[in-house]
């Protein structure tokens, strides 16, 4: 006898595909929505931690043009190129040893004459021992050099950058064969005449090594020059490949940086799983910085990766228990269909318009379910498998909102992120705009933090982070918004509008607040604060503006001894003080 299937284990055929399909199709709806955010998330921390390394790359060029200045103002500088005497290149040789011991990054410090075809007049090279004076025959020509040739054209106080390369110059100690960049800077005569030049070469390993350390240890990072050629990459034999005769550039290896080097874009940010990131997939961000000195260079390319795994870890909890949910639900379908097709009478027809409503989202009131037979068995199982779908779906749904929760504030301290923080700044501003009513925001970086961390571990960093975050919200108003831009930096937008004296009083309840030692696990940490001020409409009327001010300030007082604060001035500049509140520190 041919087995044929009936209406009833159709309909029930029907229900288990629906009810499998629909599970499936929402699990993995869910999955994709939170891997997203989860990417997303990844290329904003990213894209800010690159913005970060970048302001320290500019700040170490500052400081380098900063001794520069230092040394072609020196009245002895000009007199060893003039008029020298042993005494004077004596003095300046034991000056450029003291500046390379105090700066590691340091390889070379020279003074160069515009005549003699720009023969070395002082000279100070790094070496295994230490900084090394080099004299008499072993000075040499670098007229023909363009960090010679082309800081002579300058002006006073002007800074040359040279091109990024391997330094191939001969007697160059521990320089020679590294990667490196030299910055010059033209001595000028009294009457503006250039007569020499104070070139610093610094080791571009040695200050990449540097910034390594202070960022997460899976963040990789990259350095290329504007036409593309690597410089700094995680794999060593991708680097300065035109000293060898052949290029590798960064837009072979990561394609979407091409509209960084062609179309002049300024960042790009993207997901990256292809070539050579086939089987370890990253997330990365990228910026375009133009160089602000005279230079070889016309602008770099800077970047940070991590592996996309590293990303989507916390999803993986996630995508489990949507596997669960969907193998269970199929299963509960199945033995449904099971049921469905042994019943050949009405309440079939019942079962199946409550699959159908069910599978529009409807939810059926007339189910059998007072029937002690198989039918009423399958009535209650259609019935429990709705009420559960129903909480799955309530679980899922509650999900979404806690990563949406979570995507607005910082997880360790429960202060806004940067995000949610942007959103209230926008809309202060906005109310500025409305009925002019002014506003302040106090930028706030730990001072010492560091130390504490690295000598303490992160469960130490942590806690005092959260501490941190603690004793904010219980110094502030309720109408004010203090949040954690990351590390341990943070940032406070006050409610309502304050004069500079007002700002001054919160100002030191926060240093009071914060100078409280913090205990954990047995031991006291004591931390402080450095605080810049801006205002709107006095230092912008534009997120940026006033980020950029409060920042200003808050490094000007970091220079100045930290513990302090300091209030941006209006129009730009440096900082005014707004009356230091220091702990044995000026913040003059």
Request: charged residues 20%; neutral net charge.
């Amino acid at each position: 006898m041919k087995w044929r299937l009936g209406i009833a284990g159709k309909l029930a055929l029907v229900l288990a595909l629906v009810g499998a399909l629909a599970a499936g199709s929402t699990g993995y709806y869910v999955y994709q929505a939170s891997r997203s955010l989860l990417v997303a998330s990844a290329e904003r921390k990213l894209l800010t931690s690159t913005q970060v390394v970048l302001r320290r790359i500019s700040q170490t060029r500052e400081a380098v043009s900063g001794d520069l200045k230092v040394l072609t103002a020196l009245p002895d500088t000009l007199k060893a190129v003039q008029h020298p005497d042993e005494a004077t290149l004596t003095g300046l040789r034991t000056l450029f040893a003291a500046m390379i011991q105090a700066n590691p990054a340091y390889l070379q410090v020279r003074l160069i004459a515009a005549h003699s075809h720009g023969l070395e007049v002082v000279r100070v090279d790094r070496d295994s021992a230490g900084p090394l004076p080099v004299t008499g025959d072993d000075l040499q020509e670098k007229g023909h050099f363009a960090y010679v040739a082309e800081a002579l054209r300058l002006g006073r106080e002007q800074t040359y950058l040279s091109r990024i390369a391997i330094n191939h110059e001969r007697g160059a100690h521990l320089g020679e064969g590294k990667p490196s960049v030299v910055l010059a800077m033209p001595l000028m005569a009294p009457e503006g005449r250039a007569v020499g030049v104070v070139a610093i070469n610094v080791d571009l390993g040695g200050l990449f090594d540097l910034l390594r350390a202070d960022l997460p240890p899976q963040f990789q990072l990259f350095l290329a020059n504007g036409a593309g050629d690597i410089l700094v990459h995680p794999n060593p034999e991708l680097t300065f490949g035109f000293d060898r005769g052949q290029r590798e550039l960064l837009q072979t290896h990561m394609p979407p940086t091409l509209a960084l080097v062609e179309s002049g874009a300024r960042e790009a940010v993207f997901e990256l799983s292809q070539g050579s990131y086939a089987e370890q997939p990253v997330v990365a961000a990228f910026v375009r910085a133009p160089v602000s000195v005279a230079s070889g260079e016309q602008s770099l390319l800077l970047g940070l990766a991590q592996p996309l795994s590293g990303v989507l870890a916390e999803v993986e909890a996630l995508r489990r228990t949507i596997v669960q949910i969907v193998v269970g639900t199929s299963l509960a379908c199945l033995v449904l269909a099971m049921l469905l097709a042994r019943a050949l009478s009405r309440p079939i027809n019942a079962i199946g318009s409550a699959a159908s409503l069910f599978a529009r989202g409807g939810m059926h009131a007339g189910l059998p379910t007072g029937r002690s037979d198989e039918i009423g068995d399958l009535a209650r199982s259609f019935s429990r498998m709705q009420q559960q779908i129903a909480q799955h779906m309530t679980a899922l749904q509650a999900s979404r909102a806690e990563l949406s929760e979570l995507a607005r504030h910082d997880v360790l301290t429960g202060l806004a992120n940067r995000r949610l923080f942007e959103e209230t700044l926008q809309a202060a501003l906005a109310h500025h705009r409305r009925t002019g009513e002014g506003l302040a925001l106090l930028f706030v970086d730990l001072d010492r933090f560091k130390d504490i961390n690295d000598g303490w571990g992160h469960d130490t960093g942590d806690a005092v982070l959260r501490t941190v975050a603690h004793r904010l919200r219980d110094t502030l108003r309720e109408v004010d918004t203090p949040a954690r831009l990351g590390g341990d930096e943070f940032v406070v937008l006050l409610g309502a509008a304050a004069s500079p004296g007002q700002l001054a009083v919160l100002a030191r309840k926060l240093h009071d607040a914060l100078a409280v030692p913090i205990v954990h696990d047995g031991h006291s940490h004591v931390v402080g604060c450095s605080i810049g001020i801006s205002r709107c409409p006095e230092n912008g009327d534009t997120p940026e503006a006033l980020l950029a001010a409060a920042d200003m300030a808050m490094y000007e007082v970091k220079q100045a001894g930290r513990n302090g604060h300091r209030l941006a001035p209006a129009g730009g500049g440096g900082a005014d003080r707004c009356e230091a509140a220091t702990s044995g520190s000026s913040v003059a």
